[in-house]
Structures are given as C-alpha cells and as structure tokens.
C-alpha cells in the first residue's frame, strides 16, 4: 500500500469549471493505491443492494416515486466502517455505496413497468402471466445493458464537463462520505429518524390506528363539491412521501404539483362541465356512463391521465433533441478512446482507468444476444417478432442513454417513465403492426418495455456513481466491474418483492397505487386489442408539453404531474416547503445549510425506515396478520386523526433540524 494520506477536504475546483490547464485532485491521490474492492466492502454493498432493493420496491408501488438509496447507503457505510474502526475506509464506502445504489436504479426499471403484467392478469387471466425468471431476466438484462451503454460516456459526462453539470445527488452523497473519513456522527440522526418514520408508517399500514391520506370528503361541503363539480383535495400523510418531497425540493416539488393541479383541479372539473350528460368516448377508451356519473376519480382514469402520458411522451422527445449534441460528442470520444485504447497513453492514470472498451464491445454483444435468445425462446416464440424486439431495445436504450445521464447530471431526477412509456407506444404500434397482437403482444411489449426501463434507470443513476467515484478518487474500473454484481443482486431481490406484493395485496385491488405500471399498461392495452389508442387525448398532452417548455418550465416534471394521482403529488410540495423553511429561518448562511444538511439525513431515514416497515407490514399480510380495521379507515374521523397525526410529524421534523447548528 502506497503511503498517501486522505485529504480532509474537497478542493476548491470541485464544484466549478477549470481554468485552462487547471487539473481537479481528488481526495486520493491518482498516484496512490488505497482499500477499495475487498470482503468487507463487497459484502455490505451487495446487503445494501437487498436491503433496499426490497425498501424501495415496496415505496415505488405504493406512491409511485422511487427514492434514490446512495444517500442513505453512503450515511450507513460511514456509520459501519466507522464502528469497526476501519482505517482508509473511503475508497470502500463508495464501493458499498455503488453497488448498493443499483437497488434504486433496478427497482425503478423493474416496478414501472412489470406489475402491468399482473394488473392486466386480473383482466386477462393465465395468457398474461410471468414467472420469477422472465421478471428477473428482464431487469438484469437490462442493467446489465444500461452499465454497458454508459460506460463510453462516461469521461464526457464526468471529467470533461467538469463544473458544467451540478449533479445534485452525486454532491449530497459525497458530502456525506466526506464528513464520514472524519467521522460517522451523521448516522446518529439518519437512524433516529429512520426509527421515527419507520414506526410512524409502520402504525398505519400495520395497524390501521389512523388513514393514510386526508380529503377533502372528510367534511360535508368537500363531500358535495367532489359530487357535484368533481374538485376533490387529497393527501398522503406518510413520512416516506414527506422525505421524498423534501429532498426533492420545492422548486422541483411546485413544477411536478403544477401538472397535478391542472388536471385535478382544472381538466377534470372542465370534461364534467362541457360533457357533464355525454357518454364520452375517445379512441381507445370505452365507457357507458356519463362523465357527469363519474367521480373525479374515475374521470382522471379514464381521460385526463392519457393527456399526461402524451405531455411525458413529447417531454422525451424534447429531452433528446436537447441532448444530441451532448450523443455526438460523446459518441465521437468514444470512438477515439476506442480506436486508441490499445497504445495505452497519458489518461491510463489509476483515476482515468475504465473497462478496456474491447470488453465493452464484446460485452455489449454478448448481453444483447442473451436478450434476443430471451425474447425469442422466453417470451414471443417467434423468430421474426424477437428480431424486431431486439432491434427497437437496443436502438431506444442506447439513443436515451444520454438523456438519462443529462438529466440526473442537471436535476438528479431521471425521465425514466416517460421515456419508457414512449419504447411502449412504439413497441405496441410496431408488433401490432407485424401481427403480434392480443395478450402474447401485450405481454412482450411490457418485458420490451421493462429491459429499456431498467437500461436508462441505471444509466442515470451510475453516472451518479461514477462522478462520486471521480471527486473522491476511486478506480473507475473497479466501479464499473463490481456494479454487476449489484444488478444481478437487486434484480433477484425486486423479482421477489414484486411476486409477493402481487400475492399479497394484488395490483389490480388499488392497495397499491403502481400509477406508472398502471399508465402502462393503459398504454398498450388497447392498441394490442385493436381498438386503436386515445391519440386525441396524448396529442393534447403533447401540445401542452410543447407549451410548458415554451414558457421555460420542465415540461417532464409538469407532466409527471399530470398522471400521477393527486395525493402522491401534494406531499412532494409540503416536503418541498419544509426544506426551504429550514434552510431560510436564519440570517446565518452557515446555520441555514447545516439546518438544510441536518433535514437531508432526516428525510433520508423517513424515506429509508417509512419504506422498510413498509416491506415488514406487507410481509405480515402475506402470512395472514391483517389488523387494520376497513370500517375504520372509512370513517372521516379517521382522516381527522390522520391529519392531526401528519401535523406533529412535520413539527418533529423542523424541530430535529432546529437542532442543529452551524460548525
């Protein structure tokens, strides 16, 4: 082991653009060899990887948002190697942290798309079924691809666009593993707090003391107006939402809220008024009642959601018009790197050093022949239908690769979904069109969508991973290898949890909300059917999107908005209002940041201890523990009670990070 110490602090370049002939140092040396890849750091990543695999695959379909797990992985590493007193431990925490956080990118691949399987199956039966191998095929293959696909772009988005790029998650993780090499005090709030939300969710999906979302039909004059004009106000009241929503932040929180407002509160109430005694029927969508007969929930279902799968499917299409340069540039360094690989050269530096792009090459070939053999002898049966399968994956995933990447390099959110249901729409049209149709077309566009979902999730987030991996001075490469190991982990896990939350709530009853695998499979259903698809409603949303981007705003945000429901919205805005109150009380720049560092670990432990008992909570169900009591939930008192409830969880919450003060 070479005798170089760790800096304490980031450099002052870190975060901001280099001068000319300017070089980043990061905080081990490029010269130096420090503990990265051993037992330790390999075993706490791949239980990580499990650990949250099955906590945000259980968050994902409940709310349909899935946290980011590098936060809280990064904060337990530091805890841990803290605890055993582990000298150096830096370059292995970002190993645990890096092989644990595929569990978010896998499970949002996994959970958007493949419980559409099981809501259809409700309808459909036997013919639309999958087994534990294809649900776990499907989301390692597509990890597996996405590693693959971003590898090459990997100098590009990371070294030379250097303090161009904010990377708002990649910074808040290396903070933590920063002030973790001088000391793991941070896990202290991070499990308080986990402990706190763990039990606060644990109370309500276990034991049903108070519901889990407040309405306005909790009062008589909110019952009638959601009768008669179809405007309804709803909430969720679980800490795991309240996290999320403040490390969103209320900028993002307030755009994603504007789509939701619009369509519950201006779109539905507008369809009930024009149409109010009309049977209402848009291509690809059947009815018999009235949309005056309709509640507000239905009428959002039935119509208003469509228009945010078009607003989603243009905000992609937008996205990689923005982003083309950003595919040529990178794709040309590649090509560079690639055709000069063999001579070795000056970038061969420790922290410069990738996969060799040979094995990428060949790697990429050999997954992509996996995936065609998949398809063909797994889930279509037939050899031309497989080939087509093959052909549009591969061209999608790689073409939105480095839309992923740009979106997590600017905001930390990542456009999954919306990309997603775009590869759907175009995979339903295309084998419909070659003569795959019905349930066997219906179930190879959702294994299709779930490989292309599961690519660009983990495209995004490993560029998370490796631009922690280049502030901090880790290997590359030793990222890169083991980042398999955690994809093959986390598909086994989320393959898991998705069969037992089938088993045990069913997708189809509404317990879970799995709003993306619900659009989803709204999405295909009908073109598969041959009744065509509600094209008027996703060219309204497509026009809005073009508009909102007009006006300046993030057009995916706004319609993400506008198709997940109400109630999942409205939290992400209150959690977004606490983190700005927290981070604006004081006069003291130093004190409102160490406030605002303070609220991140504690929405961290919302997030991670609200998701987890929600994990334990649906396990107990499935062995028949059932204590919550429905004559309850649907007394308004219940929701009284709940808000009463909700109100001292954000009092607790700013109250924790009052505590702190600024260093």
């Known amino acids: 082991m070479d005798h170089y110490e760790i800096k304490e602090q980031l450099p002052e370049n870190a975060f901001r653009e280099l001068k000319d002939g300017e070089e980043y140092e990061p905080l081990m040396s490029p010269q130096g060899n420090y503990p990265e890849v051993n037992t330790w750091s390999v075993t706490w990543g791949v239980l990580m990887a499990m650990l949250f695999s099955a906590a945000a695959a259980y968050l994902g379909l409940k709310v349909g948002q899935v946290f980011e797990a590098a936060i809280p992985i990064a904060i337990i590493a530091v805890g841990v190697s803290t605890a055993a007193k582990r000298n150096k431990a830096l370059g292995e925490n970002v190993i645990i942290q890096s092989i644990g956080a595929c569990s978010g990118a896998v499970v949002a691949g996994a959970i958007f798309t493949l ?55 990649a910074t808040a993780t290396t903070q933590v593993l920063v002030s973790g090499s001088k000391g793991g005090s941070q896990a202290k709030p991070l499990l308080i707090a986990g402990l706190v939300g763990g039990l606060y969710d644990f109370i309500v999906s276990t034991f049903g003391w108070w519901n889990e979302q407040v309405t306005s039909r909790m009062v008589g004059f909110g019952e009638t107006i959601a009768e008669k ?206 003569g795959m149709k019905g349930t066997g077309g219906m179930l190879a566009a959702l294994i299709m969508g779930g490989v292309v979902c599961t690519a660009l999730s983990m495209a995004g987030a490993f560029i998370t991973d490796l631009k922690i991996g280049y502030w901090l001075g880790t290997t590359p490469r030793k990222q890169e290898s083991w980042k398999f190991l955690g994809t093959l982990v986390s598909a086994a896990t989320v393959g898991g949890v998705i069969m037992l939350l089938n088993e045990t709530y069913g997708f189809a009853s ?112 499935f062995g028949g523990i059932n204590l919550v009591d429905s004559e309850w939930m649907n007394n308004r008192l219940s929701e009284l009670l709940a808000l009463v409830a909700y109100l001292l969880l954000i009092a607790y919450f700013i109250w924790a990070t009052k505590t702190k003060k600024a260093e």
Not at 136 to 150: D, N, Q, T
Not at 264 to 285: C, E, N
Not at 370 to 390: Q, Y
Not at 548 to 576: E, Y
């Open 115 to 169: 419980p559409a399987i099981y809501i259809l199956q409700a309808k459909y039966g036997a013919e639309m079924s999958a087994s534990f191998i294809q649900v776990f095929m499907a989301s390692a293959l597509g990890g597996v691809l996405g590693i693959l696909f971003l590898i090459p772009f990997r100098k590009y988005f990371v070294k030379d666009m250097h303090g161009k790029y904010p990377f708002p998650e």
């Open 229 to 434: 004009a179809k405007l309804v106000f709803k909430l969720n009241t679980s800490a795991a939402v309240l996290g999320l929503g403040y490390i969103i932040g209320l900028k993002y929180a307030m755009f994603i809220c504007l789509g939701s407002v619009a369509v519950w509160w201006l779109i539905v109430p507008g369809l009930s008024l024009l149409f109010h005694d009309q049977v209402l029927a848009v291509g690809g969508v059947t009815v018999t009642q009235t949309v005056g007969e309709m509640s507000a929930e239905d009428i959002f279902f039935t119509y208003a959601r469509s228009i945010g799968i078009g607003g989603i499917a243009m905000a992609g299409i937008i996205g990689i018009v923005k982003s083309w340069g950003i595919i040529k540039s990178a794709v040309s360094l590649a090509g560079k790197e690639l055709r000069g690989s063999a001579g070795g050269g000056a970038e061969q530096v420790r922290t410069q050093r990738d996969l060799s792009f040979r094995f990428i090459a060949i790697a990429a070939l050999v997954s992509l022949a996996v995936t065609f053999v998949f398809f063909w002898l797994g889930v279509m049966h037939n050899l031309m239908f497989a080939v087509v399968g093959i052909l549009l994956v591969t061209f999608i995933a790689f073409l939105f690769t480095t839309v992923a990447a740009n979106a997590i390099a600017i905001v930390g959110s990542n456009p999954v979904s919306g990309m997603t249901l775009m590869t759907l729409i175009l995979a339903s049209v295309v084998l419909s069109a070659i």
């Open 510 to 621: 509404g317990e879970l909300a799995a709003p993306q695998a619900n659009a989803m499979a709204a999405v295909i259903e009908p073109v598969m059917n041959g009744e065509g698809a509600p094209w008027l409603l996703y060219g309204i949303g497509a026009l809005l999107a073009l508009i909102i981007n007009f006006c300046g705003m993030p057009a995916l945000a706004v319609a993400l908005g506008m198709f997940i429901p109400l109630q999942l919205n409205l939290p992400l805005l209150v959690g977004g209002g606490i983190q700005w109150y927290v981070t604006s009380r004081s006069k003291d720049k130093a004190v409102n940041d160490a406030r605002g560092e303070k609220g991140t670990l504690i929405a961290s432990g919302f997030i991670a201890g609200g998701a987890l008992m929600g994990v334990v909570s649906a396990l107990m169900r």
